[in-house]
């Protein structure tokens, strides 16, 4: 667990703003291994958080909003929706059988430019998925998926 500093903060707001139109993210960010990234909003300082883990071994703090992916974030479906009022960037609308097949964890057949989008129907963000000029992979939890 590492609270990170505002000058890696800031490089993580950058980043999102780029990606997808996020601004600011008033909570602190806490990085677990070399990827996941968590939000945590409690009243435990960044000094303070760092002197517990020293003390104590804690596995998880915050809510887990994204993952670094070769030097670009995805951000998981809680990140989408603590975040969805900033996100104005990448956004894939899908109609409603496109839905269906996402909510099921498949992937899509949509041609569009390689990169991360937020994905979209009738004003509900779906998810996050990564798209390869072809297709867009489904990134969504096996047990948030539909059944079939």
């Not at 993580?12 to 780029?18: A, C, P, T, V």
């Not at 435990?44 to 003390?55: F, G, Q, T, V």
């Not at 996402?102 to 989008?117: A, F, S, V």
């Amino acid at each position: 667990m590492k609270p990170l500093l505002n000058t890696e903060k800031k490089k993580i707001i950058n980043q999102l703003n780029e990606q997808y139109g996020i601004k600011k993210l008033p909570y602190l960010i806490i990085l677990f291994g070399n990827e996941k990234l968590r939000l945590y909003s409690g009243n435990l300082s960044r000094i303070e958080l760092y002197h517990l883990d020293n003390k104590v071994n804690i596995e998880n703090v915050g809510l887990y909003f994204a993952k670094w992916e070769r030097e670009e974030l995805r951000l998981t479906l809680d990140g989408i929706q603590i975040l969805k009022n900033q996100i104005t960037k990448n956004i894939l609308e899908l109609v409603d059988e496109q839905t269906q097949e996402w909510m099921k964890g498949n992937d899509l057949d949509i041609k569009t430019d390689k990169g991360w989008y937020i994905l979209r129907n009738n004003n509900e963000f779906l998810g996050c998925g990564k798209s390869t000029g072809e297709k867009i992979s489904n990134f969504i939890p096996k047990e948030r998926r539909i059944k079939n």
